[in-house]
């Protein structure tokens, strides 16, 4: 199991890591357990800018499209190309080789959760 | 209002084996248990197990009733044979696409989608009461039972499925050939042994009471380790049988397609009297308007249900079904479209988020199995 002790997560399920003023972003482990099978992602070019809360792209299963956000705002400076030929990274590692974004001078986002509290989130949805 | 849905005999066993149930067509059903690429892929390459048993069975002894709503000529099916076949309204609309079992008691099976049983069995019994004759005085109503939820049906589906079910039965299933069925005992559970499916793959339909299915069920898990076996949800079985050109009732046809517009002709015996022959044989004086067409995507893009097909900035058509094709290696679909746009080679896009995606029609199925050796 990933250490998660440094991320903050969305509502929206994605989860961000920061690394200085950069920071990686992807879904979590209950996102891509419900979407089930990844089998394309639609992502931003890079140099985007993209606002907290904004629609980054669309990540497709065999079940469903679903769109996706970023949890902070930023430029885009790097896509994971990977995930073009092998989507699936996304189930089999979402907080490892299945990341999705990096961007660079984001701010800070207070709406954002701890792993604590994103995982009584999930809870509650679950349970709704 | 809180609506429970059915459970078929096996749901405890999708629990135990930790399947993400989901509801469909009134029931809940296991949806995967592991991934939908990988059970998708054991049922091309090895054998898959699926549990059937939402879908509804009816008995229709009246053979005249079966000859009025089924069409097909079922007078010519022979016992122990099975035929694919619609029921339509008057208006030739269908109503359900339909499995046909030839009876070797001389009444006939239908096995008809999970959502539409009742309605199925409520129309047919009234077509059974409005043409009964003078003596019979509303009796044939009584010829046609609704069977489904005494019925368990699990499907075995694979190029290892023949001889995964023959280790488990003394049926010779070697002479059982495709669309034909017998009965017998598989791991001593008596069957009506079918081999059909919904896949593209060789393999059989097994029809037991509930009472059997557990015992059933756990044996060909059991026994299909070897084989590389594996429970397979409604999601494989979506993205298999779009692979093999096979269409969904409710997203591929509904009431208001006629069978000549969703490439069905083949599923019609015209010189026959059906309830929507006559709005069929007109409409197919008028030439239809639009035609069910597979098609394949040239990009990445994957078509779903109700985009939009659009050719020179305008709306033409519609997606039907759309996913990728783990077979295949690109993404597939159905759509309705104009006759124009129909035939194989013909491009047109799909409208994918504001974007149309080059999409070019070929011919269904999409996938062939291998001929066997």
């Not at chain 1, 809360?53 to 469903?64: C, F, P, Q, T």
């Not at chain 2, 096996?10 to 690429?37: C, D, K």
């Not at chain 2, 190029?159 to 039965?169: E, I």
Request: aromatic share 8%; with cysteine; proline share 5%.
């Amino acid at each position: 199991m990933a250490d998660l002790s440094g991320m903050r997560f969305a509502e929206t399920h994605e989860w961000i890591t920061k690394d200085g003023e950069t920071a990686t972003v992807g879904i979590t482990e209950y996102a891509q357990s419900q979407l089930g099978d990844v089998i394309y992602l639609e992502l931003p070019a890079v140099g985007q800018q993209l606002d907290a809360g904004a629609r980054l792209g669309v990540i497709e299963s065999v079940k469903a499209a679903s769109d996706l956000y970023s949890p902070v705002g930023g430029e885009v400076t790097e896509v994971n190309q990977e995930l073009k030929d092998h989507p699936e990274y996304v189930n089999q590692d979402p907080y490892g080789k299945g990341w999705i974004i990096k961007l660079r001078a984001v701010k800070d986002n207070p709406k954002l959760l701890d792993q604590k509290a994103y995982n009584a989130f999930v809870q509650g949805q679950s349970h709704s | 209002m809180v609506v429970t849905a059915a459970r078929t005999p096996l749901y405890e066993e999708h629990v135990r084996l930790r399947a993400q149930m989901t509801n469909f067509g009134g029931w809940v059903m296991p949806l995967q248990y592991s991934t939908i690429r990988e059970e998708h892929r054991a049922v091309r390459e090895a054998v898959g197990l699926f549990d059937l048993s939402h879908m509804g069975e009816l008995r229709v002894n009246d053979e005249s009733l079966a000859q009025r709503v089924v069409s097909r000529d079922v007078t010519r099916l022979k016992p122990g044979r099975a035929q694919y076949a619609v029921l339509c309204n008057e208006a030739g609309g269908i109503i359900d696409d339909v499995l046909v079992y030839a009876m070797p008691d001389g009444g006939y099976l239908l096995v008809v989608n999970a959502g539409n049983q009742d309605g199925d069995f409520d129309w047919i019994r009234a077509q059974g009461n409005q043409s009964a004759s003078p003596s019979g005085g509303g009796q044939a109503g009584g010829a046609v039972l609704n069977v489904g939820r005494e019925w368990a049906l699990i499907g075995v589906q694979g190029p290892r499925a023949v001889g995964l079910v023959q280790r488990l039965t003394t049926a010779e299933l070697g002479s059982v050939k495709y669309y034909a069925f017998v009965e017998g005992s598989v791991a001593d559970v008596p069957c009506v042994i079918s081999r059909t499916g919904y896949t593209g793959e060789d393999g059989f339909e097994l029809f037991c009471g509930n009472a059997g299915a557990v015992r059933l069920w756990r044996a060909l898990l059991d026994e299909g380790q070897s084989d590389g076996i594996r429970p397979a949800g409604l999601g494989a079985r979506d993205t298999l049988r779009l692979e093999a050109g096979m269409r969904l009732y409710g997203n591929d046809m509904d009431a208001d397609t006629n069978p000549l517009e969703a490439g069905l002709d083949w599923t019609l015996n015209l010189d026959k009297d059906f309830i929507g022959r006559d709005a069929i044989m007109r409409a197919r004086e008028q030439g239809p308007s639009r035609l069910l067409v597979g098609f394949k995507v040239l990009d990445r893009s994957i078509p779903r249900h109700g985009y939009s097909v659009v050719g020179d900035g305008e709306r033409v058509g519609t997606v039907t079904s759309g996913n990728v094709s783990f077979t295949l290696g690109y993404n597939i679909g159905m759509a309705y479209v104009p006759p124009a746009l129909a035939e194989p080679g013909t491009r047109f896009g799909v409208d994918v988020r504001g974007t149309a995606a080059p999409a070019e029609v070929v011919q269904l199925p999409f996938y062939k199995r291998p001929h066997p050796k």
